[in-house]
């Protein structure tokens, strides 16, 4: 399955962005989703995840309360929809599947498909 991020750009602290992730190639359908995110410097880190079903999600602690995580099997998206963001948030977001049921959503060793990323950033 091919991933294709979109959505990043450039807001104040405090703004809101909305990502999408588009799936080809395969229905994304049997797949678990999820957000990863990678700051200068750092390594990349579970933002919020979702269920190949929609019915489970997961969040980042530095990250609850501040987004939702929602797909579209129909549309075979994914979305992140982002809020209240602060400069610490600046990172390329990466969208990765899985197989259905194959760890935890966390667990970035177990996503077999990563999108190209999708450059956020905040400034303050």
């Known amino acids: 399955v091919q991933l294709q991020a979109s959505g990043g750009g450039l807001v104040q602290t405090g703004g809101s962005l909305r990502l999408s992730c588009a799936a080809s190639?395969?229905?994304?359908?049997?797949?678990?989703m999820a957000w990863f995110r990678q700051a200068p410097g750092k390594e990349r880190e579970f933002a919020a995840g979702?269920?190949?079903?929609?019915?489970?999600?997961r969040y980042a602690g530095f990250l609850k309360g501040r987004v939702t995580i929602s797909r579209d099997n129909a549309k075979n998206t994914v979305y992140l929809q982002m809020q209240s963001l602060k400069p610490e948030d600046t990172a390329v977001y990466f969208c990765?599947?899985?197989?259905?049921?194959?760890?935890?959503?966390?667990?970035?060793?177990?996503?077999?498909?990563w999108g190209q990323g999708t450059q956020v950033t905040v400034s303050s």
């Open positions: 979702i269920t190949w079903d929609g019915v489970t999600t």
């Open positions: 990765a599947a899985k197989m259905y049921g194959s760890a935890w959503l966390s667990t970035l060793s177990a996503y077999n498909y």
């Open positions: 190639g395969r229905s994304s359908s049997n797949y678990d």
